[in-house]
């Protein structure tokens, strides 16, 4: 599987700003995703990144709150904007597609991005 | 109605005892089903990859399909203290996943 490292681990942020979190592979890789994990609950899909291409967003996310960049196939950032305490979360990369030897939707998770919005 | 169902726990076993993690589901169109580990603060660590019904073994952990009852499980043998994480099923009819709430299991030495 491949190595993926999350920047920043964690922040805490004043409502109305914007933070953005990057997600780095270590290897080439055919699908990005971002998630979001609330307290308690699911891992919820905010986004499949796209390379070359604008991102696939999921039922109840937007591309004006939630941008997203995937300029080659081992990056993507996401920004959280105009945050709100709503918005306090983990959020995670993950990556599909690491290796001809794996299933095509095999997913490996990076460490995520613990955020807290004050 | 959730499309996976998953107990949240928490469980907590005595360590050496076999335990047995369960979700159900209610999309008949998943084919790919998962088990991730997720220790405090980590991020979801791939346990196990299953196509379709039926068993896969990988050591001490076991994973069952049974699409027929939409019910998918995870046995884990001899647990081991180490093995205390949150246990999220996730499943698939393509490229995206749908996670289950997670098990919160504790192993007591």
Request: aromatic letters at 12%; a neutral charge.
């Given at each position: 599987?491949a190595?993926?490292?999350q920047?920043?681990?964690?922040d805490?942020?004043?409502?109305?700003?914007?933070?953005?979190i990057?997600?780095q592979v270590?290897s080439?890789?055919?699908?990005?995703?971002w998630y979001r994990?609330?307290?308690?609950?699911?891992?919820t899909?905010?986004?499949t990144?796209?390379?070359?291409?604008?991102?696939t967003?999921?039922?109840?996310?937007?591309?004006?709150?939630?941008?997203?960049?995937?300029?080659?196939l081992?990056?993507?950032?996401?920004?959280?904007?105009?945050m709100?305490?709503?918005d306090?979360?983990?959020?995670?990369?993950?990556?599909?597609?690491?290796?001809p030897?794996?299933a095509?939707n095999?997913?490996?998770f990076?460490?995520?991005?613990?955020?807290?919005v004050? | 109605?959730?499309?996976?169902e998953q107990?949240?726990?928490?469980?907590?076993?005595?360590?050496?005892?076999?335990?047995?993690?369960?979700?159900t589901?209610?999309?008949?169109?998943?084919q790919?089903?998962?088990w991730y580990?997720?220790?405090?603060?980590?991020?979801?660590?791939?346990?196990m990859y299953?196509?379709?019904s039926?068993?896969?073994e990988?050591g001490?952990f076991t994973?069952?399909?049974?699409?027929?009852?939409?019910?998918?499980?995870?046995?884990?043998?001899d647990?081991?203290?180490s093995?205390s994480?949150?246990?999220?099923?996730?499943?698939s009819?393509?490229?995206?996943?749908t996670?289950?709430?997670?098990?919160r299991l504790?192993?007591i030495?």
């Amino acid at each position: 599987s491949a190595v993926i490292s999350q920047k920043p681990s964690r922040d805490i942020c004043q409502r109305g700003t914007s933070l953005t979190i990057q997600c780095q592979v270590d290897s080439q890789v055919t699908m990005m995703f971002w998630y979001r994990q609330q307290p308690g609950q699911s891992l919820t899909l905010i986004a499949t990144a796209n390379q070359g291409s604008e991102a696939t967003y999921e039922s109840g996310f937007v591309i004006d709150k939630f941008p997203i960049s995937r300029p080659n196939l081992t990056f993507s950032t996401l920004t959280v904007s105009n945050m709100s305490p709503e918005d306090s979360s983990i959020y995670l990369c993950s990556v599909s597609g690491t290796s001809p030897s794996l299933a095509y939707n095999e997913q490996f998770f990076g460490p995520g991005t613990r955020l807290t919005v004050l | 109605q959730k499309e996976v169902e998953q107990d949240p726990g928490p469980l907590s076993v005595p360590e050496g005892a076999i335990v047995s993690l369960n979700c159900t589901y209610s999309n008949s169109a998943f084919q790919y089903f998962m088990w991730y580990r997720q220790y405090s603060r980590k991020g979801p660590e791939l346990l196990m990859y299953t196509y379709s019904s039926g068993n896969k073994e990988d050591g001490r952990f076991t994973a069952q399909v049974d699409k027929s009852s939409k019910y998918i499980s995870l046995f884990i043998r001899d647990s081991q203290p180490s093995d205390s994480a949150t246990y999220l099923c996730a499943m698939s009819a393509g490229e995206k996943l749908t996670f289950g709430t997670g098990t919160r299991l504790t192993i007591i030495p």
